[in-house]
Structures are given as C-alpha cells and as structure tokens.
C-alpha cells in the first residue's frame, strides 16, 4: 500500500495573504490577534487541501511568521542576550526583533545575520551559539498548531528541524564549535518528541537536511546515536527523518539506516544516488518522487514504473522536498501561455500527481490522469517554442577571446582611476530605490491598460529625475537610476527575452514577507532587443554625475528562475550570458561607463557536494565573463553578492575580474572581509554599511566603526561605501536617513 504525504506546504497563502498581514502588523495598521486569525485560516486552508487532494499524511507546524529556522530558535530558548529575552515563551516582539531588527528606546538591535537555505533561494536566520550555551522549550508554538489541527479535523504529522541541522546550520561564537553542544540540546528535543507523542502524533517528522552534505567524521559518528535517542523519546509516535535537496553518502546512509527511527525520507529528484538505497531497504521509506523545487510535471509513468521495480513493501511517496519552493496553484494562473501551461504543475497539482501515482499502483485506477499526463509530457519534448539553433550554435563559439577581459585588472585600475576621478571611499548604492505605492499602483495600470505608454513613460521620467536630485543632495559619489520600471530583478529581464515566460501567481517566500515570482525558462535564451539602454542613458542625460547601468547576472537569473530540465543547467547559463553581453555592449556604445552585473546567487548554487563544486565555479564563472568581457578598459565593472560563506569560493570571486565587488556584511560586522584579507582579493570592494533587511536606520558613527573595521582587512584607496543591498523595500524617509548618514561617514574618515 503507498501512502500519499506531504513533508512542507507553502505558508505565504495562495494570494499572498501573509505577507499582506505582516507588513499590515509591522505598521501598526492591525493587532496581534488579526495577525493570528489570518494565519489560522491560512493553515486551516492548508490542511484542507491537503486532504481534498488525497494527502494521507498532512503536515503541521510547517506554518512560520518569518522562518522555520527562526522558529527553532524560539523553540529552543537560543536568543541571544542582546535581544533582552525574559526567558518566558518568545513572544512576537522578541520574534521580530530577531528577524527584522528593532530600533526603539527600550530595544535597539540589529537583526540577526541571514543567508541562504542550502542552494536555494529562500533565506534563513542564522542561530547565534555560544561555548556556554543553553536551552530550554520555550515555545508552544508546533503543539498549538497540532492540536489546533486536530481540533479541526486533521491529525497531522507535526515537523520540527533536527538537532544536527540546526546547530550545524548556526553560527558558533567565542570559537565555539556548534556540534559540541549536542549533549545540551538533546534533552529539549526529547522533551518536544515526547509532548508530540503525549499529544496522540502517530508520525512526527524530524527534518535533517544537513545530512545531505558533506560531514566531518565527529558529526557522522554521532549521527545513530542522536536519531536513537530521538527514537527512544518517541513513544508510540512514529519518527520519519526527512533528507533532501541532495544524496546521503555512504557513511552517513549506513549511519542513517542503521538507526532505530521508522522511516527516512530520500530526494530521488536531485538525490539519484539514492535511488540505489530503495531496493531491499530495511527502512520504511518516504520516497521524493515529485519534484519540490521546480514547476515541470513529472512523467508519472516512470515514477510507477521505478516504484514497482524497486518496492515491495508499504512506502510513503511524497515532493522531493517541501513544497516551500514552489507556488500555491496552477489554477490560479491566468497568464502563462495555454501550450505551456499544460507543461506545468505548482504545489497543489504536485499533490494531485502524488495521487494519480498511488492509485494506479495500488487499485489500477486514474488512467486518463495518467494518459493525459503522458501527453502533456510528450508534447513538451516535441515543441517548436523549445529550440533555437542560432542560440545553440553560438554557444559553440566560447573560448578565451569571450571570456577574458582586454587587460589586467592592474591596467584597467590606472586607467579608470584617471578618468573618474573619485575621492577616497567612494559612496554609492546598489542599484534600486524605494518602490513606493504610487510606483506600483502606476505599473499596475500600465499593465491592465487603463495608463498610457506615454504617460507611464512620463511617470518614470519623473521618479528617475527624482531620485537622481535626492543622490545628488545627499552627496553620493556613483549614483543610480532607481530602477523604478522594474518590477523584479530577475523577472524585468526575463519579459525581455526570449525562451522566457511569466506567470500571474507563481509567487514563492524568499524570506519574511518577500515573495518573489521566478520566471520560467522553457527553451534557448537569446536577447531580441536592448532592455535597459533607455533608461540607463536618459538617467546619464540628467546629471554630470556617473550613472551606473544595473544588470542582473546570468547564474542570478538562472537560479531565481524556474529552469528547463530537458538540457543541463550550464548550457542554459551559457545563452543568459550571451544575452546579457549584448546588453552590456549597447549600454557602453550609449556612453554607460560604470556597469554593474549583480550576481548575489553565485555562491547559492555552489553544489551541496564538495566534489562537485570545480565544474560549476568553472562554467558560472566563465557565463559572467561571457556577459562582462566584451567592454574596453575604460568601462568599469561592478558586480553584487548576498550573504554567502565566500571562503568557499574566493578564488572564484578573483577569478570573476569585477573591477568592484560590493557584498553584504553589515549583519556579520564585517566578519566576511576577513576571507577577504586572508586571500588578498586584489580588486575593489564595496563591503555594505548597514542592512536593508531591516527599517533600523544606524548612526554614522556606526557605520563609520565599520568601515574602519574593514579598512583594518583590506586596503582603504580600494575600497567603496555602499548599503548590503538594493532598496527597494525601504521607504524614502529612512533610506534618505541611512544614505546621508553613510555619506557623513565617509566624509569624514576622509579627513583622516
């Protein structure tokens, strides 16, 4: 018999209706207990679609305000002193001063550091833990949710994140290594197993991502042992340890499965090795046949068929990894293409094709589920929208003439540094600016019609001329155009080019209340017409200042987007970066002398294993040469990152030549440069002053600490004063505060 589960559901709501609620909350514009209702009913949704469509195992406490790992946190009592927890259940205002930083009278923080969910988009709190660390069970939080399920009418499978993920997810401080304080931590989460047990939880889930990496043999030996004890806290609850986005290696499988728990769940949509621990397994299995991190319909015919070559007991079928990564409904969707829309399948029709998969294997039933699955999935692979042969031919064009830049970094330095003439610690920003109501209420009725090209154009006249004269009044060196035709990053290049489309409500978190809507890429990429030239150029029309043109890089677009999975990812990579060359030239024939092409997912798709990482940092270093290499020396590269472990690939960062990188460090106060200084990065940095994750505007002493701080790791003439990031989710006021505060700060260490 197969079990239909589900290990993670999206929690955003099908139209957004957290995020909506949040930033309501944050405003002050409703109150706690609305705040609650909306995300009561929201699970309450959840739950029932789960079981409308054939879930047999619904899962709880997937729910989260802001981040799983945040919830964790609280769960555990692991808040750091300086966010002046009274050590009673974490309430919202503690919760949120974490995640978002706090600037009032009693409580003056910044948020905690952030980065990426293993090689995804979404963003984590990063767990601060020290050497005399302790915990304690400080929230009710994933009880709540289970009783408040079962209250309902749905006894669910609660989740919790694992004790090995979690303090290896976190961040040690005062030297400490994180693992050594598992002794601690278990207790509290035997105690979380046996309140779920207590409760009447027939499984509970215990996510384990970690597991999928590489480990050091002190964290693979205890790996049996921490799963046992878990086990033994269990009761009559049964414990499924959930794995995913990757394979178990070898000494981690025979650790895993040599354990006491009752079941294990396998990615076999990323993790192809493990298909090879199916058959015969000794374990119950929870197999990841459906893809959870993209939006393609999987053939359901070979998943029957690998399912009844290699099962012969009762197994659990499931997404490949929660369905987080991926948006609410296809049904929803009013805007992709019909011939491509039959292509597709989002969260909930993933769970449709989890049941069509059970039944027919177990009643032989759901035939023309499976017929007409069959034919969407054949009519894909023969489509003329796919295939492009000059695109494909000019791939074959790529050697050292494309990829490299005409002169050193030495070389062009001299020359640019004459023809710009900036001061010491030049200020600029990342690229965007508030995109306040008015902006999007104007692009909104642009788009349904009701606002004329003509006058919509005006209008992005007018907010560019805007932002320019705020730059210049503020006293920035390089400025900025604002961006304020764009609607995302990724999505603004995307509508520009072809072997993309778009979707109405394809929304996924990113973090917190962000949500972003990836692009699907369904055939080869090419460039029809300029994208960004007019803006840039009618920026540069309006000041004697230097205006930075803005573009997204090619690895960006291709891991912030839906990829096709019918050719490798390099290849697709490969023609992003041809188009993105095209651009790069016209924007330097149109007098752009400063073009910056961000690339804050670089380090994000690094592989989860080591010995796979060479040949990605190859090809995704040499896509961005692709798109930066075609300019003179004359014209200056920049480039952006997100929070990332850049030890990991420094050399690549070197190898990218940028004539300016600018990363985010203000949530590590400045931790991150000292890779940077270890390695000698030879070019210019721009390491960001202050965090625009938060509304927490700091002082210009602040930030002058900081970038003292960075001037003690890297050499002060090469390095820039910019924020961590873009802006666009700010609003004027405190970006005005925060920019002229910057600005003072580098003033005035100048003068030193």
């Known amino acids: 018999m197969i079990k239909v589960a589900t290990i993670g559901y999206p929690r955003i709501g099908p139209k957004r209706e957290l995020k909506k609620a949040l930033e309501q909350f944050w405003k002050g514009e409703i109150q706690e207990n609305e705040l609650q209702n909306v995300a009561k009913d929201l699970r309450k949704k959840n739950w029932q679609t789960q079981k409308d469509n054939g879930v047999d195992l619904i899962s709880s406490n997937d729910f989260s305000f802001y981040d799983h790992v945040l919830d964790a946190i609280c769960l555990l009592g692991a808040v750091p002193k300086r966010y002046k927890w009274d050590g009673n259940e974490v309430n919202l205002k503690t919760y949120f001063a974490m995640a978002r930083g706090s600037q009032t009278a009693e409580l003056d923080v910044p948020a905690l550091e952030m980065t990426k969910w293993f090689d995804t988009n979404y963003h984590y709190l990063v767990p601060e833990l020290s050497k005399d660390q302790n915990f304690k069970l400080s929230s009710n939080k994933p009880f709540a949710e289970y009783e408040e399920a079962k209250a309902a009418g749905y006894n669910t499978k609660p989740i919790i994140l694992g004790p090995l993920s979690f303090l290896l997810l976190a961040k040690g401080i005062d030297g400490n290594k994180t693992i050594n304080l598992l002794s601690k931590i278990l207790p509290v989460y035997k105690d979380i197993i046996k309140k779920f047990s207590e409760l009447g939880a027939e499984w509970i889930q215990i996510d384990e991502p970690i597991l999928v990496k590489d480990l050091d043999t002190d964290v693979v030996s205890q790996i049996k042992n921490t799963l046992n004890e878990l086990k033994a806290a269990a009761g009559k609850s049964k414990i499924l340890v959930a794995t995913y986005f990757e394979d178990l290696n070898e000494d981690v499988k025979q650790e895993v499965f040599g354990s006491n728990v009752d079941a294990i769940h396998l990615d076999l949509v990323r993790g192809t090795k493990n298909k090879n621990y199916v058959k015969n397994s000794n374990k119950q299995l929870s197999l990841g046949v459906v893809d959870g991190r993209n939006v393609w319909k999987s053939n359901l015919q070979e998943k029957i068929d690998f399912i009844k070559s290699n099962i012969s007991n009762d197994?659990?079928?499931?997404?490949?990894?929660?369905?987080?990564?991926?948006?609410?409904?296809?049904?929803?969707?009013?805007?992709?293409?019909?011939?491509?829309?039959?292509?597709?399948?989002?969260?909930?029709?993933?769970?449709?094709?989890?049941?069509?998969?059970?039944?027919?294997?177990?009643?032989?039933?759901?035939?023309?589920?499976?017929?007409?699955?069959?034919?969407?999935?054949?009519?894909?692979?023969?489509?003329?929208?796919?295939?492009?042969?000059?695109?494909?031919?000019?791939?074959?064009?790529?050697?050292?003439?494309?990829?490299?830049?005409?002169?050193?970094?030495?070389?062009?330095?001299?020359?640019?540094?004459?023809?710009?003439?900036?001061?010491?610690?030049?200020?600029?920003?990342?690229?965007?600016?508030?995109?306040?109501?008015?902006?999007?209420?104007?692009?909104?009725?642009?788009?349904?019609?009701?606002?004329?090209?003509?006058?919509?154009?005006?209008?992005?006249?007018?907010?560019?001329?805007?932002?320019?004269?705020?730059?210049?009044?503020?006293?920035?060196?390089?400025?900025?155009?604002?961006?304020?035709?764009?609607?995302?990053?990724?999505?603004?290049?995307?509508?520009?080019?072809?072997?993309?489309?778009?979707?109405?409500?394809?929304?996924?978190?990113?973090?917190?209340?962000?949500?972003?809507?990836?692009?699907?890429?369904?055939?080869?990429?090419?460039?029809?017409?300029?994208?960004?030239?007019?803006?840039?150029?009618?920026?540069?029309?309006?000041?004697?200042?230097?205006?930075?043109?803005?573009?997204?890089?090619?690895?960006?677009?291709?891991?912030?987007?839906?990829?096709?999975?019918?050719?490798?990812?390099?290849?697709?990579?490969?023609?992003?970066?041809?188009?993105?060359?095209?651009?790069?030239?016209?924007?330097?024939?149109?007098?752009?002398?400063?073009?910056?092409?961000?690339?804050?997912?670089?380090?994000?798709?690094?592989?989860?294993?080591?010995?796979?990482?060479?040949?990605?940092?190859?090809?995704?270093?040499?896509?961005?040469?692709?798109?930066?290499?075609?300019?003179?020396?004359?014209?200056?590269?920049?480039?952006?990152?997100?929070?990332?472990?850049?030890?990991?690939?420094?050399?690549?960062?070197?190898?990218?030549?940028?004539?300016?990188?600018?990363?985010?460090?203000?949530?590590?106060?400045?931790?991150?440069?000292?890779?940077?200084?270890?390695?000698?990065?030879?070019?210019?940095?721009?390491?960001?002053?202050?965090?625009?994750?938060?509304?927490?505007?700091?002082?210009?002493?602040?930030?002058?600490?900081?970038?003292?701080?960075?001037?003690?790791?890297?050499?002060?003439?090469?390095?820039?004063?910019?924020?961590?990031?873009?802006?666009?989710?700010?609003?004027?006021?405190?970006?005005?505060?925060?920019?002229?505060?910057?600005?003072?700060?580098?003033?005035?260490?100048?003068?030193?």
């Open 315 to 752: 197994v659990i079928i499931s997404s490949s990894c929660p369905l987080l990564h991926t948006p609410y409904d296809l049904d929803l969707e009013q805007k992709v293409p019909a011939e491509i829309k039959r292509w597709l399948s989002f969260s909930k029709q993933k769970l449709q094709e989890l049941n069509v998969i059970k039944n027919v294997i177990d009643n032989n039933s759901h035939q023309e589920e499976l017929n007409k699955n069959t034919a969407d999935v054949q009519d894909r692979k023969t489509s003329k929208l796919i295939h492009d042969d000059k695109v494909k031919d000019r791939i074959k064009t790529i050697n050292k003439s494309i990829t490299e830049r005409k002169s050193s970094y030495v070389e062009r330095a001299k020359i640019q540094k004459g023809i710009f003439g900036l001061p010491k610690f030049p200020t600029t920003t990342i690229g965007s600016f508030p995109q306040t109501t008015d902006v999007r209420q104007a692009r909104a009725k642009f788009k349904r019609g009701e606002l004329d090209e003509k006058s919509y154009n005006k209008f992005l006249e007018d907010k560019t001329i805007d932002a320019i004269r705020k730059q210049e009044e503020m006293g920035i060196d390089v400025i900025v155009h604002g961006e304020f035709e764009r609607n995302d990053m990724v999505e603004y290049f995307g509508e520009q080019l072809n072997g993309f489309t778009f979707t109405s409500s394809g929304f996924v978190q990113s973090y917190g209340s962000r949500c972003v809507k990836p692009p699907i890429i369904f055939g080869n990429v090419s460039r029809p017409n300029p994208m960004t030239v007019r803006w840039s150029k009618f920026a540069q029309e309006q000041t004697k200042q230097i205006v930075k043109g803005m573009l997204t890089g090619p690895i960006t677009i291709l891991q912030w987007s839906f990829v096709r999975d019918d050719q490798p990812r390099k290849y697709t990579a490969q023609e992003i970066g041809f188009a993105i060359r095209d651009e790069v030239e016209d924007l330097e024939k149109n007098g752009i002398r400063m073009i910056q092409i961000d690339e804050p997912a670089l380090r994000e798709g690094l592989p989860l294993k080591r010995k796979d990482w060479k040949e990605y940092l190859n090809w995704s270093v040499d896509c961005f040469k692709i798109s930066a290499a075609v300019v003179k020396n004359e014209t200056q590269i920049h480039t952006h990152m997100c929070y990332a472990e850049f030890e990991d690939i420094i050399d690549s960062i070197a190898a990218l030549d940028a004539d300016v990188i600018s990363i985010e460090t203000s949530r590590s106060r400045m931790e991150l440069l000292t890779t940077f200084e270890k390695f000698k990065y030879p070019n210019e940095i721009g390491p960001g002053v202050y965090d625009i994750h938060s509304p927490r505007v700091p002082s210009a002493d602040e930030m002058k600490q900081l970038i003292q701080k960075a001037s003690k790791l890297i050499d002060p003439t090469r390095i820039w004063v910019n924020p961590d990031c873009g802006l666009k989710t700010r609003a004027w006021p405190e970006t005005i505060d925060a920019l002229s505060k910057m600005v003072l700060a580098a003033k005035e260490l100048r003068k030193i």
